[in-house]
């Protein structure tokens, strides 16, 4: 049989068959992933073959195969540093929840989240939530960072998840696809669902005031099916997202602005850091390119980059 794995809890996987029944699943023996090393071999999206087993008065389906991965979005692993987690496959978009405050998202994070997804292909849009509790100072802070990615080509939407402002124009992208939501906790990614879908009722918790930071309501990443033909995966609140697997010479190859400047430096192999002749250091120089955004790439360049609540 085959199907999709709508939920992962590292040892049960819940697969949906092509005939649209449920199955709790499990693994059976070592099961090794090609050129991934990662802590779980497999993720919620991945299109799997399984097996039907009967045990006792229940039936269990064994994963036999992983089909191929069309792309994968991945993170550090939290206890094993050399190693990847997976997060979710097989991603036509993802939606990246982002605060001002409350708790704050910092651009540093956003841009190793850009950069990763870049690094697999997959689009991503900016989600600029809460915007009804900002002051005018705050919204003007969040219209410049809409107008900077904006600018690099990636779509921003302010929104309300709580008052339902602007979500019918997070539904409209969502329309045939599989979309991932991502953030920290707190963001407010399970009360853009329940927008979205009021009958899933997904957890929601309330900020923690000592550190101003989310508390986590997801546990495990899973796929839901909702009414108006769409897929959304709803992941644990990332803290820190430290990229993986990319050699320094590829990291400003998934910044757009760079790349569309790459040609133009004197060097080709250039790292546009004390080169000579650098069109990457003359745009920032000429304020083409912005600051944060040059500083998240030095940060990822040396490995400065596991703390994710640091200056903006």
Not at 70 to 92: C, E, F, G, M, P
Not at 166 to 175: I, Q, R, T, Y
Request: net charge negative; aromatic share 10%.
């Amino acid at each position: 049989m085959n199907g999709t794995v709508y939920k992962s809890t590292g040892s049960w996987y819940t697969v949906k068959s092509e005939e649209g029944d449920f199955y709790e699943c499990r693994i059976k023996g070592k099961f090794r992933t090609q050129g991934i090393k990662s802590t779980n071999p497999v993720a919620v999206g991945d299109h799997v073959g399984f097996d039907l087993e009967t045990i006792g008065d229940e039936t269990v389906g064994i994963i036999t195969e992983i089909g191929e991965r069309k792309n994968y979005i991945v993170r550090k692993s939290v206890k094993l540093s050399k190693q990847t987690h997976i997060i979710a496959s097989n991603l036509d978009q993802v939606f990246l929840l982002v605060t001002l405050n409350n708790p704050p998202t910092f651009t540093s994070f956003i841009d190793r989240f850009l950069v990763t997804a870049e690094a697999y292909e997959i689009p991503v849009v900016l989600l600029f939530n809460k915007m009804d509790v900002y002051s005018e100072e705050e919204k003007f802070e969040v219209d410049y960072l809409v107008g900077l990615y904006t600018k690099i080509g990636y779509q921003c939407i302010q929104i309300e998840a709580k008052k339902g402002i602007n979500v019918d124009k997070v539904k409209e992208l969502m329309f045939g696809n599989t979309s991932m939501f991502a953030g920290h906790s707190g963001v407010g990614k399970s009360t853009l669902v329940n927008a979205l879908e009021p009958g899933l009722k997904l957890k929601t918790a309330e900020i923690s005031e000592q550190h101003m930071q989310g508390q986590h309501t997801t546990t495990f990443a899973e796929m839901y099916d909702l009414s108006f033909d769409a897929r959304i995966i709803d992941t644990p609140g990332i803290k820190g997202f430290g990229i993986v697997d990319m050699e320094k010479h590829e990291i400003g190859n998934y910044f757009p602005e760079f790349f569309a400047l790459k040609s133009e430096c004197k060097f080709n192999n250039c790292l546009h850091l004390d080169e000579p002749k650098c069109a990457v250091k003359e745009a920032l120089e000429n304020d083409e390119i912005a600051a944060s955004r040059y500083r998240s790439y030095v940060q990822m360049l040396t490995g400065d980059e596991d703390n994710p609540y640091r200056e903006r």
